[in-house]
């Protein structure tokens, strides 16, 4: 097939582009397209779909292995979702056909999501009309911002390249969903079961407070790791990775519109308004 009519596929995350998780998804789809990535300079995590005013969007070549054929690579300094900006609007010839974020370190889950710079950059691509998935291994805490080869991504690897493949092949998604987020449990392998999802309203992460003598000192927030599911709801991704170890898929929407009933919402507010309360 001539260059020009293969299929472009933007590879991203928030790790930084020298993450193994990157080149791990990289390399499942080769044959598959013309890859490109353009992945942040430095690590990113936590940046959701921010747009620093501070950044330079400088970009640089970068070295893709050499056993990945037809891929073009780029680091550049900004945050996962102005990435995605650069690679659209300077990088890529045409529309991709498809952008990957991922894989990342450490899993995306429940209320906490619209902090990852993994599904941030995946909306970012979805608001600019890209098929996009933000793909997420569990991993320990203590290697959520590492580059260590202890994590195996072979299987979330492969479970993306399928699914990624099958999205570009059929436009079934209902019309609100806009991204597909993928989060593979710990030890996963070729025979470990999916299930689609809905995003717990749980949060796993929750914030500690920094250690310092007074105010003025430097104070980092830190996070402690709660992963017990017992109260997540059932069919939630939460509940699917850390109680049932099965690899989740959640539909989300760029339409964060809440599910109420509009009626008694507008009931609510203008009793509200006539009686002063």
């Known amino acids: 097939m001539p260059q020009s009519q293969k299929p472009i596929l933007l590879f991203t995350n928030d790790d930084g582009i020298a993450s193994p998780g990157l080149w791990a998804l990289v390399a499942a789809f ?12 430095e690590q990113q995590s936590g940046m959701g779909r921010s747009m ?24 550049v300094d900004g945050s996962p979702a102005q990435v995605v900006q650069h690679a659209v609007l300077e990088l890529a010839a045409r529309a991709p056909a498809l952008l990957l974020s991922g894989i990342n370190y450490g899993e995306n889950t429940g ?70 987020k993928i989060d593979v449990p710990w030890g996963a392998d070729a025979s470990t079961e999916w299930r689609a999802t809905r995003l717990s309203r749980r949060r796993v992460y929750f914030p500690t407070r920094p250690e310092r003598a007074a105010l003025h000192d430097a104070g980092k927030l830190g996070y402690r790791y709660n992963s017990d599911p017992a109260a997540a709801e059932p069919d939630s991704d939460v509940y699917a990775l850390l109680s049932d170890k099965v690899i989740s898929v959640t539909p989300i929407s760029l339409d964060m519109t809440s599910r109420t009933d509009m009626f008694r919402l507008r009931q609510i507010l203008l009793d509200e308004r006539e009686y002063g309360h």
């Open 30 to 41: 080769r044959g598959v397209g013309s890859l490109l990535v353009a992945a942040p300079r």
């Open 52 to 75: 620093p005013h501070y950044s330079e969007g400088r970009i640089f070549p970068y070295q893709a292995p050499l056993d990945i054929e037809d891929c073009r690579a780029f680091a």
């Open 111 to 180: 209320n906490g999501v619209t902090i990852s710079g993994t599904v941030g950059a995946a909306l970012e691509g979805a608001s600019l009309g890209i098929p996009s998935l933000a793909v997420s291994q569990q991993t320990p805490t203590n290697l959520h911002l590492s580059y260590s080869d202890a994590v195996d991504f072979s299987a979330a690897a492969a479970f993306t390249r399928r699914m990624g493949i099958w999205l570009m092949a059929h436009s079934a998604l209902p019309d609100d969903v806009d991204a597909l």
